[in-house]
């Protein structure tokens, strides 16, 4: 379980949120909604530990992840706005690094590849590509991990309807395997039942 224990975070002058307390458990979803501005991003990465909040805390299987910052890494798989792309590499050398070191199949990843359209760019240096092929490069990266905890910044961004489709039926299945799942989004998901909806701020 992930739980988010009295988090409050500040921008400067700006309260983001105070005493935001809520859990994800094994086969479930939060959609967290807000306009731009309303710390969604930050919230995402303060649960990553890529922020430290001014109070409160993020457990993992409950333990602080203050102290069991390796275990939760290796259940964490993250998809934010930079992609963690090796920007010299290709698409295709990116995410056979990404499968052998989590000791899948060298080419696990032909699949979501396929479906998000970058079947025509696998052999381009990442460097090259645009900003939309980079985030679907980033998000199949994602979709390979065999990890428990999938936290993602606007997956939907930059997708036609056919790769948004591919996405939310991966997130499905990703759920009822036991997976969790936290995303910011400005849209709701097509069949969000699985998703439990956090609303920063005020509504958009």
């Known amino acids: 379980m992930l739980s988010a224990v009295n988090l409050t975070l500040w921008r400067g002058y700006q309260c983001l949120f105070e005493n935001l307390s809520f859990s994800v458990g094994a086969g479930e979803g939060l959609l967290i909604r807000g306009r731009n501005g309303s710390g969604k991003t930050t919230l995402l990465r303060v649960l990553c530990g890529l922020t430290r909040p001014e109070a409160g805390e993020v457990w993992w299987r409950d333990e602080p992840t203050e102290r069991c910052r390796l275990e939760f890494g290796r259940e964490l798989a993250w998809c934010g706005h930079h992609t963690g792309l090796k920007t010299d590499l290709s698409i295709a050398q990116n995410l056979e690094f990404a499968a052998s070191f989590a000791d899948l199949a060298p080419d696990c ?13 696998l052999s381009l240096p990442v460097r090259y590509l645009s900003a939309g092929q980079q985030r679907r490069a980033a998000l199949a990266r994602v979709l390979i991990s065999p990890a428990r905890l999938w936290i993602m910044d606007e997956p939907f961004a930059n997708l036609d309807v056919a790769g948004r489709g591919y996405i939310e039926a991966r997130l499905a299945g990703h759920l009822a395997g036991g997976g969790l799942a936290v995303l910011a989004a400005h849209h709701d998901l097509a069949d969000s039942g699985a998703f439990r909806r956090l609303q920063l701020g005020d509504s958009e």
């Open 109 to 121: 990843w032909r699949e979501p590849v396929a479906e998000l359209g970058l079947e025509n760019s």
